[in-house]
């Protein structure tokens, strides 16, 4: 499917065509279509995917044009719903990519964003790409499995055709994104030996950091007969969000921009207390809620954050911890707490404690070390954040055990070593002394003190804990 208006748009690439960005950028820049000028208007955005599990869904897009409803709701249980029609161009899958690299390659295209979730970047507690993964090894060797060979093959297209720079966007809840990607994709342009691609990205390519955020449950067959009901349309590609949504981008585009600010996009000059924030507070405490209410029997986020122990646990990490780390700061951090676990209390999102528990290994170092980390350094000791890894601890345990009513996804962890740390002679110290998760505080007396604590109380909750809220 090609829908552009004219040879003078622009064109905005996204590669992801997960739910996230469908109930997230695009329905900013859906919004700006709607309500701006023809400078717009011009914006035009096309989408597409690295594999080929998305491949049925862009082809139901293809056949809708790119139009979807997505269906949002308030926590008061307030229901909306509205058609998306941003995407103009279905960029079909293909096992090399060339549609994919053909459309990035077009001089037109401006901006290249991505979600291929955390553990999609490949990078290891320094920040290096991990070179010992399979599908990464096979792309330095010349393949295009990854965001890293993906965008390469893009870029070198670009260098080749002569079609001038281009901003790339990560929207993934990575820390520090922009710069984390950027320093990743050059590592990865040395190790293939790209070294004019190398320069030519430093002089024509731009990489922001940004911060995304909006609760997005996979979609299911419940709303699309919502969407059946309440709008008269059988769509196949509908799907539900919250109904709070936010976007904070820095202003460092390197060949023009849609002017997103005129539908609430945040553009700033540092996303780092933004970032932080939602990383430290929402992130890990609503994998916090995930794990521990996995454990005794929860399936949705809203019943954990109902439950008095659960909800306990999370504010207490975010109050003791984290708030103390992050002040000051240009949020009111207390309120913004309030607001997060209002959102996840929401029964009406949904939200599986299997899509918000998944990619611990990733998590742990991104979302909840810092905060032990920070918290040792300035003398503290961060006993309730300790005790969500010891939630973390304890749900691997049950996984080993196969006792998950789930099946637990991640997309960095190594099953096999994970068993092997598990059925260690002792198994706290093993994880512990883990570097992927702890980075320097692996082998740490005091961490291991931290989780040994945390551990023997949250042995203690799971052994009287009930499934019903307090």
């Known amino acids: 499917m090609t829908n ?7 064109v905005w690439l996204h590669i992801g065509a997960g739910s996230f960005h469908r109930a997230h950028q695009a329905v900013y820049l859906h919004r700006l279509r709607e309500r701006g000028n023809d400078d717009d208007r011009r914006w035009q955005l096309a989408l597409g995917n690295i594999r080929a599990d998305m491949a049925p869904l862009l082809k139901e897009l293809e056949q809708s ?3 979807y409803t997505l269906e949002t709701v308030t926590p008061q249980g307030q229901r909306a719903y509205e058609t998306i029609r941003a995407i103009r161009d279905i960029v079909p899958w293909d096992a090399q990519l060339k549609s994919l690299v053909k459309t990035g390659a077009e001089p037109r295209t401006r901006v290249i964003s991505f979600t291929v979730t955390e553990g999609g970047y490949y990078l290891d507690h320094q920040h290096l790409l991990d070179v010992h993964n399979p599908d990464l090894a096979a792309d330095i060797g010349g393949d295009r499995r990854t965001i890293y060979g993906a965008v390469t093959a893009i870029l ?11 901003t790339l966007l990560n929207c993934d809840n990575l820390r520090h994104n922009g710069e984390r990607f950027f320093g990743g994709l050059q590592q990865f342009l040395t190790l293939r030996g790209h070294h004019q691609l190398l320069e030519w990205v430093r002089a024509n390519v731009a990489s922001p950091n940004s911060m995304v955020d909006r609760i997005t449950p996979r979609p299911t067959e419940a709303v699309r007969q919502r969407v059946k009901e309440a709008t008269g349309v059988d769509d196949p590609c509908a ?10 981008i820095e202003d460092d585009f390197k060949a023009g921009r849609p002017a997103l600010e005129k539908v609430g996009v945040e553009m700033v000059a540092s996303v780092l207390p933004y970032e932080e924030a939602k990383i430290r507070i929402l992130n890990a405490s609503h994998s916090c809620i995930a794990w521990a209410g996995t454990m005794i029997g929860l399936d949705y986020i809203h019943e954990g954050t109902v439950h008095e122990d659960i909800r306990r646990m999370a504010y207490d990490y975010i109050t003791q911890d984290v708030i103390p ?17 209002a959102r996840f209390a929401n ?3 949904q939200d599986t404690n299997q899509r918000v528990a998944a990619d611990g290994f990733s998590k742990i170092p991104g979302f909840i070390r810092p905060t032990i980390s920070d918290s040792l350094g300035r003398g503290h000791q961060p006993r309730a954040t300790a005790q969500v890894a010891a939630l973390f601890f304890a749900f691997l345990q049950r996984w080993r055990r196969g006792e998950l009513t789930y099946e637990y996804q ?5 099953p096999a070593a994970v068993r092997l740390m598990l059925e260690s002679p002792d198994p706290v110290r093993a994880y512990c002394n883990d570097p992927l998760l702890w980075g320097e505080l692996a082998g740490s007396i005091q961490l291991e003190r931290l989780l040994r604590e945390g551990i023997v109380s949250v042995n203690a909750w799971l052994a009287t804990s009930t499934k019903m809220p307090a």
């Open 347 to 349: 029964p009406a999102i």
């Open 239 to 248: 799907l539900m969000a919250e109904s709070f949504i936010q976007w904070v």
């Open 156 to 166: 070198q297209a670009r260098q080749d055709g002569n079609a001038g720079g281009v």
């Open 65 to 67: 044009e790119g139009r």
């Open 4 to 10: 552009r208006d004219s040879k003078n748009d622009l």
């Open 325 to 341: 780390c992050l002040t000051p700061s240009p949020l009111d951090l207390e309120a913004y707490r309030d607001t997060t676990l």
């Open 410 to 414: 991640d997309g960095v962890f190594d």
